[in-house]
């Protein structure tokens, strides 16, 4: 999160960012959980995708090697 990065520039400025307002690690513990959150639904949508389609599609395929795969091993 690149807000997290920037906390002394943004407070020097008078930035009202996430990190500042609510601390950086209560901002950390939402991010992952929205993270977490998104990859969950994605990986729930899978079978229905793959069902729908016969097989593997192009969706489905994307979205397990572009979106999932690369935020799980982050």
Do not use: N
């Not at 969950?40 to 949508?45: R, S």
């Amino acid at each position: 999160m690149k807000d997290l990065e920037d906390v002394e520039g943004d407070r020097q400025y008078g930035g009202r960012t996430m990190p500042i307002v609510l601390g950086a690690r209560t901002a950390h513990w939402i991010v992952a959980g929205a993270l977490f959150s998104l990859i969950g639904v994605l990986a729930a949508l899978q079978p229905l995708l793959w069902a729908r389609e016969g097989g593997t599609s192009m969706l489905s395929l994307y979205s397990i090697c572009l979106i999932i795969l690369p935020w799980g091993g982050s």
